[in-house]
């Protein structure tokens, strides 16, 4: 099965997602589950379109595949310029150097990962609205 890597961004709107693979092949949502969704139905039918126009496939693809989504970590940094990469890590428990490698887009991050750092996110904005 061939992983395709999925880019996700931080919008004003919510998220924009995109794949290197698959130039064109762009979707968006308000939340990560509504973007992951649109883009996968988006994805699906760009292969349906390549089969129906009668194109082929990149030879390594195969239309069995797995979308793997990860938010772009520096990006987000540039987003939200208010985060601290450090403070970040360390509210979040994640090793602050690696979040600063992720920023820095010397490693890549997981969707597991991804969901970590927006699931935190949420929880220190519900922080703050709870003490207002």
């Not at 996700?8 to 589950?33: H, L, Q």
């Not at 150097?97 to 970590?116: A, I, N, R």
Request: charged content about 25%.
């Amino acid at each position: 099965m061939r992983k395709i890597k999925v880019t996700v961004e931080k919008t004003a709107t919510g998220f924009s997602a995109y794949t290197d693979d698959f130039p064109g092949v762009i979707s968006t949502g308000r939340n990560w589950d509504e973007m992951k969704e649109n883009f996968s139905e988006a994805f699906q039918f760009h292969l349906e379109g390549l089969k129906e126009d009668g194109e082929e496939m990149p030879q390594d693809y195969s239309l069995e595949f797995s979308l793997e989504f990860s938010l772009d970590v520096s990006q987000f940094f540039e987003y939200y310029t208010i985060f601290n990469v450090s403070a970040l890590a360390k509210y979040l428990k994640i090793n602050p150097q690696l979040l600063h490698q992720y920023k820095d887009g010397h490693k890549s991050v997981s969707e597991k990962t991804s969901l970590k750092i927006l699931n935190g996110v949420h929880r220190f904005a519900e922080e703050l609205l709870s003490s207002v």
